[in-house]
């Protein structure tokens, strides 16, 4: 079955600072990878995917992922972080032929200015 | 296109009532996803439709709950009777089929917040 690991409830980080939020995950067969961002009393927002391609996505709002098979890991990362990126991360996966997404148990991200 | 709309966006309901959620997707969508968002469980995966037809149910936790697309704009999931530990946020989502990239991204609703007591 296909599941998707988050291993950090929280990430503290200061303002300026770059940050990365972990997620791996176990599937059988070619996965598709995404990131959505969810802030309080709102819905799931979108960030980036891997479908197939280059393992450097770029998403929305300066933030990027790196797919890496061997580890099967799929991080979130940005360069330099901002107050307004405080809010619950998710990392999803879906299979080939199926469009439901799994998802994380999620990660809060704190950026402290 | 205005996104997807639930609705209500909060209902508080006494046990043993039937809530009705509702969902409209965005216009030519052709999945429907509901999600059932707690502290414990995290997002779950409830149900999905493709072009109106359940492909996948077996995230519904009971018999009490059940969901529907009569159309292609418009779906509803129902809970009856009602009990305490259904209190969550449930959220549609949907997403459209791009044949050749593969997995597309889904797009929610704000979710509707469920309080039973």
Known sequence: ?113 | DAGVIQSPRHEVTEMGQEVTLRCKPISGHDYLFWYRQTMMRGLELLIYFNNNVPIDDSGMPEDRFSAKMPNASFSTLKIQPSEPRDSAVYFCASSLRQVHLGGTEAFFGQGTRLTVV
């Open chain 1, 1 to 113: 079955a296909q599941s998707v690991a988050q291993p950090e409830d929280q990430v503290n980080v200061a303002e300026g600072n770059p940050l990365t939020v972990k997620c791996t995950y176990s599937v059988s067969g070619n996965p598709y990878l995404f990131w959505y961002v969810q802030y309080p009393n709102r819905g799931l927002q979108f960030l980036l995917k891997y479908i197939t391609g280059d393992n450097l996505v770029k998403g929305s709002y300066g933030f990027e992922a790196e797919f890496n098979k061997s580890q099967t890991s799929f991080h979130l990362k940005k360069p330099s972080a901002l107050v307004s990126d405080s809010a619950l991360y998710f990392c999803a996966v879906s299979m080939d032929s199926s469009y439901k997404l799994i998802f994380g148990s999620g990660t809060r991200l704190l950026v402290r200015p």
